[in-house]
């Protein structure tokens, strides 16, 4: 285990040193402590490294991740893993707004709340939130799936593509051409995978699936795959 300590080495530092990483090394484990809320820490990765924030975190964390896997102890400021293509970002605490947004792939766990917009425009990313979302979550959101263990808030799926929605809990409103759709046996597998992955202690049975109506544009299915 590395242990860098952000305070007394700085941002820059940081990231240099995890970026450097990409070439074959045997530093594959990585804790950063006294983050105190720094904002673009360990963004850009593109290596299999585990890295493990000691405290909480500002804007952009773990964003563009590739093959790392992001441990956050604490919560995390705004677009936490946005934009991230493959590996797997978890939040212990809580997520500000438009957690996981634009997010290619990978996988984004987030064991306390959401805030608004999680999951806005997202293109792939599976994002599984423990508590709640906030308003506008997963906002054109073209494809992956977006786990809600708790509720959601207002307009939720507003202008969907083909992304899946699963919620728990309450939804206050559905965005624009969202709509609730059938629970069939291959998205209860789908969902059962993800809640594992997730580490929710929930089961498939008790979510609801929303989805595109695919009213808001010229849609043909043939396209999609």
């Not at 990409?22 to 299999?48: C, F, M, R, Y």
């Not at 608004?116 to 906002?139: E, L, P, Q, T, W």
């Not at 059962?192 to 997730?198: K, N």
């Amino acid at each position: 285990m590395q242990t860098f300590d952000l305070e007394a080495q700085g941002l820059r530092e940081l990231n240099a040193t995890l970026h450097a990483q990409a070439e074959t090394t045997n530093q594959t484990a990585w804790e950063i402590v006294n983050p105190k809320g720094s904002h673009a820490i360990a963004v850009g990765l593109d290596a299999p490294i585990e890295v493990t924030v000691k405290g909480s975190t500002g804007y952009y964390c773990a964003g563009m991740n590739k093959q790392a896997t992001v441990n956050v102890h604490g919560s995390a400021g705004p677009g936490v893993a946005e934009n991230m293509m493959s590996g797997i970002v978890t939040i212990e605490g809580d997520a500000s707004q438009y957690a996981g947004a634009t997010g290619h792939g990978g996988t984004l766990v987030i064991k306390g709340n959401a805030s608004s917009r999680c999951g806005i425009s997202m293109k792939g990313i599976d994002i599984v939130v423990h508590g709640n979302v906030g308003h506008m979550s997963a906002f054109m959101a073209q494809s992956g799936n977006l786990v809600v263990c708790g509720d959601a808030g207002d307009a939720l799926g507003d202008s969907i593509y083909e992304a899946r929605l699963f919620v728990r809990g309450s939804v206050k409103s559905l965005g624009a051409d969202c709509i609730e759709k059938e629970m069939r046996p291959e998205h209860i597998a789908i969902l059962e995978e993800l809640l594992e992955r997730g580490g929710c202690d929930a089961e498939a049975s008790e979510f609801k699936r929303y989805g595109s109506a695919r009213t808001l544009y010229t849609f043909n299915i043939d396209n999609a795959y």
